[in-house]
Each structure stands twice: as structure tokens, then as C-alpha cells.
């Protein structure tokens, strides 16, 4: 068998020196014994994550509670993001056995809170969208009082089949935009700004119980007033939650990283994002979209009880 290059579209790409990470950027080392009673599960199962496929620097932390997000419909994605350290490249068929092998990995972890994300697979008709029905339906069936996130891809010129994901019994939807548009054509060329705030959007039209959350990296190059266009855009498609997290170059081959943000910038980011609206806001440096996930489904959950207390006709 031959090894076959994990991102071989950016074979041709210049070399970006990587830059020295500031001492703020700093993985937890926690309890080792039930991050590896996690690492068991997830390998009996035969299941991927992104926390391995792209190299979280959160993993030891989230493992050792526990936390996995799952990634479904195989290893390999069809897009070639610049920022993102999954492999690329031409998928394996479905695993129709996948939404089982997940549903019994949440039950052996007995996870309060699960997210579930996936790679673009826009080899599939539907994007994957009923896969992801199955899986969120096998999960719910034998795990009833797990909430459960998804972390989709944006659907791209698959039509109306975002909205399978949706007929699936989940309480958050989350989709990140991941940048400022001006920098969607390096960053992220398969995909488009205002199709995915529109999914954003369509997506809570279609379901209104759910929450929906939306992610953005910094240090790609952004300015600070661009960051604040992208919260005014989510607040008009109705995001609840944002994240804000630091990216973080994987190879010399990726998209060089401009800059790191100070922990205060965060902060600043953070009270930015907060007069604008959201429901909730997770912005600092090692913020990825299902860190805390359980935690912060919970907060999502309280700051919408106490608005429907103080807004009661809204
Ligand atoms: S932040 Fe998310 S991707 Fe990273 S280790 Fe935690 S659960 Fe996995």
C-alpha cells in the first residue's frame, strides 16, 4: 500500500516559517487516567475525532473530561481549507454502521452534552445531510437525556439538504464562518461568506427551538473592524453564540499566521461581541468551537430563560 500524501493540494504552496507560540498558548495537562479510558473508547469504536485529525491543542484537557467530538463520514475531506489540518483527498463509502458506533460510544462515555461535526463530503448528493439525520436519531434513541450539537458543513449548491440535519432531534446547530470574507478566497476557496450566514440564518427559520453558534479564528491577517463587521453579520442571521478563538499554523505548508492576539484582545473581543447581542459569547486564545461545549449549552440555556423572563412577548 502507498502512503498517500495527507494534503496533497498543498504540495505546491510556499513554506511558512512557523512562528514561536507566546507563552499564553499552553495545552492543560489534567487527569491522564480518564484521558485514556476516553482514547480506549474512541479506538474500540473505531471512531475519528477531530480532536486528533486536527491536532487540538486542547485534547488532554477535553479528553481527560471526558469531551470527544465525534467526526463523522470518514477521515478525509473534499476541500483543501488553508487554515485546517484534516486530510484531504478522495473519501471511503459511508459507514452505514457509523450512527450505532457513535450512539454507543456517547452512552459508554456518558456524555451529558455530545457534538457531533464531520468533513465535507461534497462527493455525496446531499452533503451528508442524511447521514447526519441518522446519526443524530441513533444517538437521541439510545441516549435521551444528551444534548446534542452538530457542527455541519455549509452545504454548498446541495440545495434544500441542510434541512435533513435539521428534522434531526439536536439542540444546537453550529457552522462557523471561520474568517473575515475578504479573506475566504485563500482561506477558505471552496466555500462562500453569505451562503454560509444564510445557512446560519435558514437554519433558525427552519427550526426555532434550537441555539445556533457560529466560529471565527483570528491571526489570520483581519483587522479588528472587519472581526466586528462578522459579529454584525451573525447578529443579522441570528446567531446566539460566538466563538472566538487564535489560529493556529499546523505546517510550514498552511496559511502563514499573521499575528498572536494578546489574552486582553480576547477580552476586548469578547465585551465587543457581548454589546452586540449575543447570547453568549467564548473568546480567547485556545477558544475552538466545541471547547467547554457542554458547559457553555448549559449557560446558552440559562441566558435564554432569563430573556424570555425579561422579554416575555419576544
Ligand atoms: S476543543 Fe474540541 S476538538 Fe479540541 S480537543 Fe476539545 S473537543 Fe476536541
Given at each position: 500500500?502507498?502512503?498517500?500524501?495527507?494534503?496533497?493540494?498543498?504540495?505546491?504552496?510556499?513554506?511558512?516559517?512557523?512562528?514561536?507560540?507566546?507563552?499564553?498558548?499552553?495545552?492543560?495537562?489534567?487527569?491522564?487516567?480518564?484521558?485514556?479510558?476516553?482514547?480506549?473508547?474512541?479506538?474500540?469504536?473505531?471512531?475519528v475525532t477531530v480532536c486528533?485529525e486536527a491536532?487540538c491543542?486542547?485534547?488532554?484537557?477535553?479528553?481527560?473530561?471526558?469531551?470527544a467530538t465525534f467526526m463523522i463520514m470518514?477521515?478525509?475531506c473534499?476541500?483543501?481549507?488553508?487554515?485546517?489540518?484534516v486530510?484531504?483527498?478522495?473519501?471511503?463509502?459511508?459507514?452505514?454502521?457509523?450512527?450505532?458506533?457513535i450512539?454507543?460510544?456517547?452512552?459508554?462515555?456518558?456524555?451529558?452534552?455530545v457534538v457531533i461535526t464531520s468533513v465535507d463530503?461534497?462527493?455525496?448528493?446531499?452533503?451528508g445531510?442524511?447521514?447526519f439525520?441518522?446519526v443524530?436519531?441513533?444517538?437521541?434513541?439510545?441516549?435521551?437525556?444528551?444534548?446534542?450539537e452538530v457542527l455541519t458543513p455549509?452545504?454548498?449548491?446541495?440545495?434544500?439538504?441542510?434541512?435533513?440535519?435539521?428534522?434531526?432531534?439536536?439542540?444546537?446547530?453550529n457552522h462557523n464562518?471561520?474568517?473575515?470574507?475578504?479573506?475566504?478566497?485563500?482561506?477558505?476557496?471552496?466555500?462562500?461568506?453569505?451562503?454560509?450566514?444564510?445557512?446560519?440564518?435558514?437554519?433558525?427559520?427552519?427550526?426555532?427551538?434550537?441555539?445556533?453558534?457560529?466560529g471565527?479564528?483570528?491571526?489570520?491577517?483581519?483587522?479588528?473592524?472587519?472581526?466586528?463587521?462578522?459579529?454584525?453579520?451573525?447578529?443579522?442571521?441570528?446567531?446566539?453564540?460566538?466563538?472566538?478563538?487564535?489560529?493556529?499554523?499546523?505546517?510550514?505548508?498552511?496559511?502563514?499566521?499573521?499575528?498572536?492576539?494578546?489574552?486582553?484582545?480576547?477580552?476586548?473581543?469578547?465585551?465587543?461581541?457581548?454589546?452586540?447581542?449575543?447570547?453568549?459569547?467564548?473568546?480567547?486564545?485556545?477558544?475552538r468551537s466545541s471547547?467547554?461545549a457542554?458547559?457553555?449549552?448549559?449557560?446558552?440555556?440559562?441566558?435564554?430563560?432569563?430573556?424570555?423572563?425579561?422579554?416575555?412577548?419576544?
Amino acid at each position: 500500500m502507498t502512503n498517500k500524501p495527507r494534503h496533497p493540494e498543498k504540495i505546491n504552496k510556499p513554506i511558512s516559517p512557523i512562528k514561536k507560540k507566546p507563552s499564553w498558548i499552553r495545552s492543560k495537562i489534567v487527569n491522564t487516567q480518564i484521558f485514556f479510558e476516553t482514547k480506549k473508547i474512541v479506538n474500540q469504536n473505531k471512531l475519528v475525532t477531530v480532536c486528533q485529525e486536527a491536532n487540538c491543542p486542547n485534547i488532554t484537557e477535553c479528553w481527560s473530561k471526558k469531551h470527544a467530538t465525534f467526526m463523522i463520514m470518514g477521515d478525509t475531506c473534499t476541500r483543501a481549507c488553508a487554515f485546517c489540518d484534516v486530510k484531504t483527498g478522495k473519501p471511503e463509502i459511508l459507514d452505514i454502521l457509523e450512527p450505532i458506533k457513535i450512539s454507543n460510544a456517547v452512552k459508554k462515555l456518558n456524555l451529558k452534552h455530545v457534538v457531533i461535526t464531520s468533513v465535507d463530503r461534497d462527493d455525496l448528493e446531499d452533503g451528508g445531510s442524511n447521514h447526519f439525520f441518522k446519526v443524530i436519531s441513533e444517538t437521541r434513541k439510545k441516549n435521551p437525556n444528551t444534548s446534542i450539537e452538530v457542527l455541519t458543513p455549509d452545504f454548498l449548491r446541495k440545495g434544500d439538504a441542510y434541512k435533513r440535519v435539521l428534522e434531526g432531534d439536536l439542540d444546537v446547530f453550529n457552522h462557523n464562518i471561520e474568517t473575515v470574507p475578504r479573506l475566504y478566497a485563500k482561506v477558505r476557496p471552496g466555500a462562500r461568506y453569505f451562503s454560509s450566514l444564510e445557512l446560519l440564518k435558514n437554519a433558525k427559520k427552519y427550526n426555532t427551538k434550537i441555539f445556533t453558534k457560529s466560529g471565527i479564528m483570528v491571526g489570520l491577517g483581519e483587522t479588528k473592524e472587519e472581526v466586528a463587521q462578522v459579529m454584525d453579520d451573525l447578529r443579522s442571521a441570528e446567531v446566539d453564540f460566538i466563538t472566538i478563538g487564535q489560529y493556529l499554523q499546523p505546517s510550514v505548508k498552511h496559511h502563514p499566521l499573521d499575528r498572536y492576539y494578546h489574552p486582553d484582545e480576547f477580552k476586548e473581543l469578547s465585551v465587543l461581541a457581548k454589546t452586540k447581542g449575543f447570547l453568549l459569547v467564548s473568546s480567547s486564545p485556545l477558544t475552538r468551537s466545541s471547547y467547554h461545549a457542554d458547559e457553555d449549552f448549559r449557560k446558552l440555556q440559562d441566558a435564554r430563560n432569563k430573556k424570555i423572563k425579561c422579554h416575555p412577548l419576544q
